[in-house]
């Protein structure tokens, strides 16, 4: 008689490997996760069909004395809607119109630029240069 058991193998599955990715990849995630920024305001960019920029029909300029140019013509804001409708009229396409503005100009002056684009129908694009920026 045999007293002592049969000594049995067990089949196991050496989990060295997979514990080791699994820390790389927890590590990773938990990296990522830090650099996400929750408070980011996601807005939907404009796609174009090419790298052309889109057509400029007429540039509205803002100095810091809150002067108005229609191109290279000194207007009034009160002005503003007769003249650019002129210029718009031309247009097949939606227009777009440029607003360049001096940075020490009031941001509210450039609003109601806006409002009077949008009023006539075209698109409001602010020129911005991002060359001097700290």
């Given at each position: 008689m045999n007293i002592r058991s049969k000594l049995r193998?067990?089949?196991?599955?050496h989990t060295g490997a997979l514990n080791d990715i699994l820390?790389?990849?927890?590590?990773?995630f938990l990296i990522v996760s830090t650099l996400a920024n929750p408070n980011v305001i996601k807005v939907s960019n404009?796609?174009?069909?090419?790298?052309?920029?889109?057509k400029q029909t007429v540039v509205v300029t803002v100095d810091k004395d809150q002067n108005l140019y229609l191109g290279q013509k000194k207007i009034g804001i009160d002005q503003l809607e007769n003249e650019l409708k002129t210029f718009l009229a031309k247009e097949t396409?939606?227009?777009?119109?440029?607003?360049?503005?001096?940075s020490t100009a009031h941001l509210g002056t450039?609003?109601?630029?806006m409002q009077v684009i949008k009023k006539?129908?075209?698109t409001?694009?602010?020129?911005?240069?991002?060359?001097?920026?700290?």
């Open positions: 193998h067990h089949a196991e599955v820390f790389i990849l927890l590590l990773f404009p796609k174009a069909k090419s790298d052309a920029k889109s396409d939606k227009p777009s119109v440029v607003i360049n503005g001096d450039a609003i109601k630029v006539l129908g075209a409001p694009v602010m020129a911005v240069d991002n060359n001097g920026a700290n």
